[in-house]
């Protein structure tokens, strides 16, 4: 076999390994150009913005914000709780959620979700959770899977699976977050904690929702 054929083969094994991305630029991963989720009841895209000078220019640009309260946070909230990245939330989004297994959880206050947020995901406000009694954690756990069995006890068989967020490294409302839901007995190995937050996916380019436009003034 001559060295021309042996190349026009080897050149062909690798185009036919190569993944369609639908003509994206800028795709999630080699082999990922974009997912389909559902908020609000409409289908929406999560995509990369294609535009390989984008930058941001909002908020999420800043270095360096008063501390206490927006303090640089611990890599793990607590030892029992995964950490996951952008690839883990997105196939968490792509797989736990149209099945009805898992949430995506907004932790941050609910001004900050109305502005902007990751798609799919619910408001729960930390504070709802810190500031709760046991009468209204176990209605939240209730809506989030648990049974209450007949002596009263919590079942937590069927909880569903949270990924939860806030704003990313320097922000602490996640953190507000988790302490009281093991407090009350979720199980940790429910939780998945997605530390770079809104500032991280922003940084990758993906896909974000504004629910409530604000006016300037």
Same mark, same amino acid.
């Given at each position: 076999? !001559? ?11 690798? %185009? ?7 003509? *994206? ?10 997912? +389909?989720?559902? @908020? ?13 000078? &984008? ?24 030892? &029992? +709780? ?6 883990? $939330?997105?196939?968490?989004? &792509?797989?736990? %959620? ?16 109305? $502005? ?6 619910? &408001? ?6 810190? !500031?709760? @009694? ?5 209605? +939240?756990?209730?809506? %989030? ?5 007949? @002596? ?5 068989? !069927? ?20 302490? !009281?839901?093991?407090? *009350? ?33």
């Amino acid at each position: 076999m !001559n060295k021309v054929l042996i190349v026009s083969l080897l050149t062909s094994i690798v %185009l036919a390994q190569t993944p369609k991305k639908d003509n *994206y630029l800028v795709g999630i991963t080699d082999k990922l150009s974009h997912i +389909i989720t559902s @908020d609000s009841g409409q289908k929406v895209k999560i995509e990369r913005i294609q535009d390989v000078g &984008n930058v941001l220019t909002d908020d999420f640009v800043k270095t360096s914000r008063q501390c206490p309260p927006f303090c640089i946070q611990p890599t793990k909230i607590d030892k &029992n +709780i995964e950490n996951i990245g952008e690839i883990e $939330l997105i196939k968490f989004i &792509n797989l736990k %959620l149209p099945s009805h297994k898992g949430i995506l959880v907004d932790t941050r206050l609910k001004s900050w979700f109305e $502005l902007e947020t990751i798609p799919s995901a619910i &408001n729960i406000p930390f504070p709802v959770i810190e !500031n709760a @009694d046991k009468k209204k954690i176990e209605m +939240i756990f209730k809506i %989030l899977g648990m049974k209450v069995k007949s @002596d009263g006890s919590w079942d937590f068989s !069927n909880i569903k699976e949270l990924a939860i967020f806030d704003n990313g490294v320097w922000c602490a409302q996640a953190s507000h977050f988790v302490p !009281n839901l093991l407090k *009350y007995g979720y199980p940790p190995e429910k939780i998945l904690y997605y530390r770079e937050g809104l500032q991280g996916w922003k940084l990758l380019g993906l896909t974000t929702l504004v629910h409530k436009e604000i006016v300037k003034r």
